[in-house]
Each structure stands twice: as C-alpha cells, then as structure tokens.
Antibody, heavy 121, light 113 residues
C-alpha cells in the first residue's frame, strides 16, 4: 500500500526555521517526483515546489512565494523527502502535504494526510 | 502563471440530482503532441487531504464511482456528478499540472439542498 506520511510540523516563531519530512512506503520512492503543497486554514490549495527523481536530475523547482527561503531535498536510501523552511512568516501558516507523481506533467495520485505548521509569536 | 477559475463558488443540489462544476484556465492546458489535457479534479472533505477523482481531464481514478465524470479540452472543463449522494458533500478543486507553478481553482463547495 502506497503511503506518504508528513511530520515535523508545529508552532514556530516568525523568522525561525522548520524542517518537514515526508516518509514514503509501498513504492519505489526513487522513481518518483515528490511535490509539496500547502493549504492555509480555510483557504485553497497552493503548490510549494517539487523535486525530480534522480533519473531526471534530482533538481527542484519552487513557487515564487517561497523561492529562496524553502528548499526541497530527498534521501532515496531512506525514502524520505524534506522541506526546509527558513525565515518563516505568519503567512506560511498552513497544512503542508507531500504528494508523488511519475514526473513533471503527470498527475499527483497519492497525498499524505499533512502536517500543520503554525507561524506565530 | 496559469490562472484556474471555477464556477460556481458554491452549489446546492438535491440528492439524486446532477451536479455540474466548471473550470476555466487562462491558457490552454492541452498538449497536442500526446493529445492530453493536463487537468485534474480533486475532492476534499473536512479534515482530509485532497483525493484525486479525475486526471487527463476525463480519466477516472481507480476506485472512483462512475457517477463522477470529467469533460472538456483546451481551456474549458467540467466535472459532473450524475446522481448526487450524501457522501459527495465536499469542496472540489480543478488543478493544472501542465506547467509549474501548478495551480488550482479556488474551489467549489458542494452541499445538499
């Protein structure tokens, strides 16, 4: 069974950092692109960024709103993807979901249940 | 960026009746080389992650009831629920994965009349 489990969320002060993890199981993690999405309380869905599989260079792309402050990485040996979030702002408060797809231009078929990040003083 | 606009924002339909949600993209999400529309539909119930219903505009995800169908091409798309069931109460989102930044419609809240 395919599973994606996010962890690492919590309450953090503005300006601080947080690292989220996405632990995968039930499939060959290294063969897939991993993407992060977020959803602010009561709001819609927003793409944060993705990291390609090593077969496609392992490179990442980001939404303009997080470029330069968020970094996505992956450890295929552990089947884990990370979202490093620096210089957090109150507007980064959201549920963060990780997802997978075959590659760029493919749909996201499995989503984790999410981890909540609250940025507040 | 490709802007996705859904209509209506909310919808109330009687049980057993048809529900129709529209989605318009600011530019085409159709790729002629493979004849595919890079458009998906998601269902989200309170406290749950989004669940994919439809991808490539009209392909139903495995396990999704056949009362859900998607249609359209280019910039105009429709999600239809042929006979509304109580468990279909949710927010529905269209989503383009044609090019990053991947974007979503604002969501349509579907309720029972």
């Amino acid at each position: 069974e395919v599973q994606l489990v996010e962890s690492g969320g919590g309450l953090v002060q503005p300006g601080r950092s947080l690292r989220l993890s996405c632990t995968a199981s039930g499939f060959t993690f290294g063969d897939y692109l991993v993407s992060w999405f977020r959803q602010a309380p009561g709001k819609g869905l927003e793409w944060v960024g993705f990291i390609r599989s090593k077969a496609y260079g392992g490179t990442a792309e980001y939404a303009a709103s997080v470029k330069g402050t968020f970094t996505i990485s992956r450890d295929d040996s552990k089947s884990i993807a990370y979202l490093q979030m620096n210089s957090l702002k109150t507007e980064d408060t959201a549920m963060y979901y990780c997802t997978r797809s075959v590659g760029t231009g493919w749909p996201f078929d499995y989503w984790g249940r999410g981890t909540l990040v609250t940025v507040s003083s | 960026d490709i802007v996705m606009t859904q209509s209506p924002d909310s919808l109330a339909v009687s049980l057993g009746e048809r529900a129709t949600i529209n989605c318009k993209s600011s530019q085409s999400v159709f790729y002629s080389s493979n004849n595919k529309n890079y458009l998906g539909w998601y269902q989200q119930k309170p406290g749950q992650p989004p669940k994919v219903l439809i991808y490539w505009a009209s392909t139903r995800e495995s396990g999704v009831p056949d009362r859900f169908s998607g249609s359209g091409s280019g910039t105009d798309f429709t999600l239809t629920i042929s006979s509304l069931q109580a468990e279909d109460v949710a927010v529905y989102y269209c989503h383009q994965y044609y090019s990053p930044p991947y974007t979503f419609g604002q969501g349509t809240k579907l309720e029972i009349k």
